[in-house]
């Protein structure tokens, strides 16, 4: 079964500051999904990024990029010019390739983001 | 389009009480899910639905019950409430062939007493 562990229950960030925000997985397959989505406190769950494991080139979103390193299994989210809204408990998700088990996403424990004006 | 709704937002309940919550998506999707969220330890998957008449059970399904009779909507059922399951739920849908992204329901906040 696949794990996703964040170790950093929270952070904070000064605005217009640059945070990285840390994901760990462990799986044995070769080619699945990682996400990482945005809950602000009216805990609605949004996508922020998406990166396929067979891609080697980092995903980008504007200011959100991520750092998949798929040999150490890592998967980190970075904001750049942090902003207010940005602040929200973020996780980190995984998502087999297969179609097996319906597509179900596997969740990290969150991080809790603070931007600090 | 209203994307994923789920009704009620809030709803506290008495140890035994049962209940139904209810998830409906307007995107026509294939895939339906419910998950549960608790403090520290992320989302996990309740039960699933690939289809109209098709359920699964999730990482969690113990003391929940689902179906999905039409396939805009599925509900999630408790039987016999239980303080472990105070919790607050989300309902997710996604394509078939777009299964990577996952549109979420707003949320709802259980307590069980």
């Known amino acids: 079964a696949q794990t996703v562990t964040q170790s950093q229950p929270e952070m904070s960030v000064q605005e217009a500051e640059t945070v990285t925000l840390s994901c760990t997985y462990d799986?044995?397959?070769?080619?699945?999904?990682l996400f990482w989505y945005k809950q602000p406190p009216s805990r609605q769950m949004i996508l922020v990024i998406r990166?396929?494991?067979?891609?080697?080139q980092n995903a980008t979103e504007n200011r959100f990029s991520v750092n998949f390193q798929k040999a150490a299994k890592s998967f980190s989210l970075k904001i750049s010019d942090s902003q207010l809204g940005d602040a929200a408990m973020y996780f980190c998700?995984?998502?087999?390739?297969?179609?097996?088990?319906?597509?179900?996403?596997?969740f990290g424990e969150g991080t809790q983001l603070t931007v600090n004006p | 389009n209203a994307g994923v709704t789920q009704t009620p937002k809030f709803r506290v309940l008495k140890t035994g009480q049962s209940m139904t919550l209810l998830c409906a998506q307007d995107?026509?999707?294939?895939?339906m899910y419910w998950y549960r969220q608790d403090p520290g330890m992320g989302l996990r998957l309740i039960h699933y639905?690939?289809?109209?008449?098709?359920?699964a059970k999730g990482e969690v399904p113990d003391g929940y019950n689902v179906s999905r009779l039409k396939k805009q909507n599925f509900l999630l059922g408790l039987e016999s409430a239980a303080p472990s399951q105070t919790s607050v739920y989300f309902c997710?849908?996604?394509?078939?062939?777009?299964?990577?992204?996952?549109?979420f329901g707003p949320g709802t906040r259980l307590t069980v007493t």
């Open positions: 995107m026509n999707h294939e895939y």
């Open positions: 639905s690939v289809g109209e008449g098709t359920t």
């Open positions: 998700a995984y998502r087999s390739w297969r179609e097996t088990s319906g597509s179900r996403l596997t």
């Open positions: 990166q396929e494991a067979y891609k080697q």
């Open positions: 997710a849908s996604s394509y078939l062939d777009r299964a990577y992204e996952q549109y």
């Open positions: 799986t044995s397959e070769s080619d699945y999904y």
